[in-house]
């Protein structure tokens, strides 16, 4: 069975960082490229963040320089540190997982499973 399990989600002061991980079932995390994607309410899912599985990695514009996205192989791990946050940071965050796309791809629907989410809140 495939899980995706995110944790490390919170409440946060503007300008504090805050890490995420997602822990994978080995079958997904071996042969999937990996991404972070959030929603804030009344907004459409968006990319935050992806990883494939040599390494490569993409954020979005709104992150770069603030977020990394890394993973641990042999903890089948993936995280996010987040630095630098902003109260328009604050979302749902979800990590996602691809058997489709070999190579970074920044789309929801390229992406076959989903954990649960985890809550960002970024206080002004």
């Known amino acids: 069975q495939v899980q995706l399990v995110e944790s490390g989600g919170g409440l946060v002061q503007a300008g504090g960082s805050l890490r995420l991980s997602c822990a994978a079932s080995?079958?997904?995390?071996?042969?999937?490229?990996m991404g972070w994607f959030r929603q804030a309410p009344g907004k459409e899912r968006e990319f935050v963040a992806a990883l494939t599985r040599i390494g490569r990695t993409d954020y979005a514009d709104s992150v770069k320089g603030r977020f990394t996205i890394s993973r641990d192989n042999a903890k089948n791990v993936l995280y996010l540190q987040m630095n630098s946050l902003q109260p328009e940071d604050t979302a749902v965050y979800y990590c996602?997982?691809?058997?489709?796309?070999?190579?970074?791809?920044?789309?929801?629907?390229?992406?076959?499973?989903w954990g649960q989410g985890t809550q960002v809140t970024v206080s002004s």
């Open positions: 080995v079958r997904t995390f071996s042969g999937s490229a």
């Open positions: 996602a997982a691809t058997t489709r796309v070999v190579g970074v791809t920044t789309r929801p629907l390229d992406y076959n499973y």
